[in-house]
């Protein structure tokens, strides 16, 4: 790792790191972005106190009664989250160029990757979200299963808990495979029903989100290798086959630099607490370079000197309201 003092903030590249975006890559609209200038974070919780039913009448003194806010502390991780690529020397300006930014997106896309596994892991731990669903019929035991009945029946049953009807549905990529072909929802959305390919192929996550009553329906393709370096690659994807995940999801907007966030109080499934006020950074993210000389390469071998690009992202995400989310388990046969 190079000392502090030899390392140069780069503006941007920061803000290059900020805007970066794996479409694959879906994290935080399951987790949206919450920014905390300072830390520790402090994110509003929608506690019962938003369900009390208090006298609103105005009193003489102009005063009403009280309500207490609700915030729960949320500790991020200072230290952040960092990675680093070396980029040889380049003998134009312009290639050069080039070079310093595919790198930055290479480390911020492998930070990114990271944090989509962080967001995944926590989704699917029974400790964190301890209620699941799974389906009595299997959603591939025919074309004619009742999918739609069983989601609302999902919705329903978590509503109650939190004031408001799951509005995200994540399912596998497996999973939304069977749920595109499924007789009922093609009738619904007035397609012809049959098994072929290229008929589901016309139903989109839009239209079976509107047809479930779903703001969005979100199918992570996120592949990752679970081979141990050095090893022949493995991939597979992160969300395994036959899982899904049901959540309410604050109101979401995006920023200048096109990042998902939410700053709403409301019940929240989870959210990403991003350290905007890191020092040096752009928006909590810092891509620093640090010169390397000839003769000194990356793992000590001869070179004619180049760069090494090093990404900071402060962030930690989080779960907030248990009941806000719940486990689909074994969806498939």
């Known amino acids: 790792m190079p000392s502090d003092s030899a390392m140069l903030n780069n503006p941007i590249l920061s803000g290059i790191g900020v805007g970066y975006k794996n479409a694959q890559h879906v994290g935080t609209r399951i987790f949206p972005i919450y920014p905390a200038a300072d830390l520790p974070a402090r994110v509003p919780k929608f506690g019962k106190e938003a369900f009390r039913l208090v006298d609103d009448k105005a009193t003489a003194s102009g005063g009403g009664t009280e309500r207490n806010f609700e915030w729960t502390t949320i500790p991020v991780d200072a230290d952040g989250h960092m990675q680093q690529t070396f980029v040889p020397a380049a003998s134009k300006v312009e290639a050069g160029r080039r070079a310093m930014i595919n790198a930055t997106k290479f480390v911020a896309d492998g930070i990114s ?70 007789t009922p929802i093609l009738q ?125 992202q402060w962030y930690t995400p989080t779960a907030c309201e248990a009941a806000a989310g719940v486990r689909l388990t074994a969806m498939l046969a």
Not at 213 to 234: C, F, H, M, S, W
Not at 292 to 302: A, D, E
């Open 188 to 312: 619904a959305l007035g397609v012809t029903a049959n098994a072929n390919y290229g008929t589901a192929a016309r139903v989109t996550q839009a239209l079976v989100a509107e047809l479930m009553e779903l703001e969005e329906i979100i199918v992570p393709r996120v592949a990752y290798d679970t081979a141990n370096k050095g090893q022949t690659p493995t991939l597979n994807y992160m969300w395994p086959v036959k899982t899904g995940f049901l959540l309410w999801r604050p109101q979401i907007t995006e920023d200048e630099y096109g990042r998902v966030i939410s700053e709403e109080i409301s019940p929240a499934a989870g959210r990403t607490v991003v350290w905007t006020g890191a020092p040096d950074s752009t928006e909590g993210v810092q891509v620093s370079t640090v010169p390397v000389p000839k003769g000194v390469g990356p793992t000590g071998r001869g070179t004619n000197g180049g760069t090494n690009v090093i990404a900071t």
């Open 113 to 182: 990757l990271m944090r989509e596994k962080a967001i995944y892991d926590l989704c699917a731990s029974a400790s964190v979200f301890s209620a699941s669903q799974t389906p009595s019929t299997k959603w591939d035991a025919s074309l004619t299963v009742d999918i739609l009945g069983d989601v609302q029946a999902w919705r329903e049953a978590m509503s109650p808990s939190i004031g408001a009807m799951p509005n995200v549905l994540v399912l596998a990529p497996g999973v939304w495979n069977v749920v595109r072909k499924n």
